[in-house]
């Protein structure tokens, strides 16, 4: 049966996004369709706006309603410490558990030669101009424990020690609940080397 071009255009959007395949692009479209006037003009206002009404904060690079953004504005935050991450998911991330209340940066990505992505394309310039500039004592790296997390990681400590500001890096090792024969060999040398007297 062919469907009209209109429901067809819309899930061929759909299905152009990440983790969005063919039928569950088809089963939003018949979703929406259900649905009354008025919900979806909203939905396509908010999607409308999206670009309109998101910034990238000029200090950190996080996506925000203002510029500079809530976090960067924020005096109840420790102002001496930037935790720098990839993207502002992870961002999101560390600062929901409430355990961080430091500044961050947000670098757009990592180092990926094979794609083109070098130092240029992410905001590395960016942070050590913060750095040279703001009262900075402590850098908390981050990022994901890829192959391009690594080398960012080692490229960034490269950068920041001349600058005598400590650098630390998250934990790594077995998460709870996970299983030893199940963890990669990375994984266990990490933990084994990152464990602490008990």
Known sequence: MKLPRSINNLIQEFSKLP?????TANRLV???LKKNDVELENLALAVSN???EVFYCSICGNMA??????????????????????ETL?????????????????LGGVLSPLEGIGPDKLSIDK??????????????LALNQTLEGETTSLDLIQRIRPLNIKITRLARGLPTGGDLEYA???????????????
Do not use: W
Request: proline share 1%.
């Open 127 to 140: 942070l050590m101009s913060r750095l040279a500039s703001d009262d900075i004592k402590e850098i908390i």
């Open 184 to 198: 990669d060999e990375i994984t266990i040398s990490n933990a084994l080397n990152g464990r602490n007297e008990a």
């Open 90 to 106: 992870d961002a999101q991330a560390i600062d929901a558990t409430g355990a961080y209340k430091g500044l961050f940066h947000i």
């Open 50 to 52: 999206l670009k309109k």
């Open 65 to 86: 309603e203002q510029n500079p953004c809530s976090i960067c504005t924020d005096q109840s935050r420790d102002h001496s410490t930037i935790c720098v991450v990839e």
């Open 30 to 32: 018949f979703y929406l």
């Open 19 to 23: 983790g969005v395949g063919s039928k």
